[in-house]
């Protein structure tokens, strides 16, 4: 227990749960640079850029505080991405809080699953597949895709599937590591391009 309590506290520390306090409306301000690739409002409508409307502040401010540490470090820690290093570079932890906070705020637009892919999209995601080791992606994101902000799991729901599929390779060969205790890329070394594809198909229209 006592164990248990200081890995709580030691990634609340680490996630910058004790650090700034997120303001909406300044965020709001500071958001104009992101408009171009994520929508005004976070509804991004180019499929390989995320939408972040929505998507829980703690997520987002872990990610672009890893996007900064990887710019600082020449991709080696954090979550390495040419364009999202850049950007996060010149950002404060105060100008992260904001605009996290703000894209949090927003409302997000949903997608559409194709009717082919609702069926075994379903099992996969809620079932996972215990013959090959996949556990059910709902015990961490939600029977919605909704995710836990507390826990750090992101809101999965409604993403565009090319930047889903992207994100699942990324974790399988490891060029995306910035998930606590390898939790992602256990998952995703186990799956399929087919099964990335029915779950990224099967995550847009899920809400
Ligand atoms: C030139 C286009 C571009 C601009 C401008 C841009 N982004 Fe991004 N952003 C991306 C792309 C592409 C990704 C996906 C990176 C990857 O594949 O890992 C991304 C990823 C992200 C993520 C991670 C989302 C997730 O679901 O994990 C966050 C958070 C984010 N951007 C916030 C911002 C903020 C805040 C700004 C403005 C300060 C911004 N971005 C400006 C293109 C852009
Ligand atoms: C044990 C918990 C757990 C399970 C089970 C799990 N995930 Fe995740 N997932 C996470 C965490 C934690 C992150 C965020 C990592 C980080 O902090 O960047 C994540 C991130 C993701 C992302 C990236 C989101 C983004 O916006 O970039 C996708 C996509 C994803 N998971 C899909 C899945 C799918 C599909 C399954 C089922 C096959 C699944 N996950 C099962 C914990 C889990």
Redesign the pocket.
Known sequence: MKKLCVLVFLSLGLSGAASAKGDPEAGKAKSAVCAACHGMDGNSMIPIN?KIAGQHAG?LE??LKEFKLASQTGGEEG?NNAVMNGMAAPLSEQDMADLAAYFASQEAKPGETPENYVEAGQA??RG?DEARG????G???GPDGNGMGLA???D?SG?HPDY?VA??KAFRDGQRA???NG??RD?AMK?TDEDMDI?ANY?AGLH
């Open positions: 995320p997520y872990k990610q979550r996969l995601y996972g996949i556990p059910s992606c015990a961490c994101h750090g799991f992101p999965i993403q889903v994100q699942l910035n998930d606590m939790m992602m998952i799956l779950l995550l």
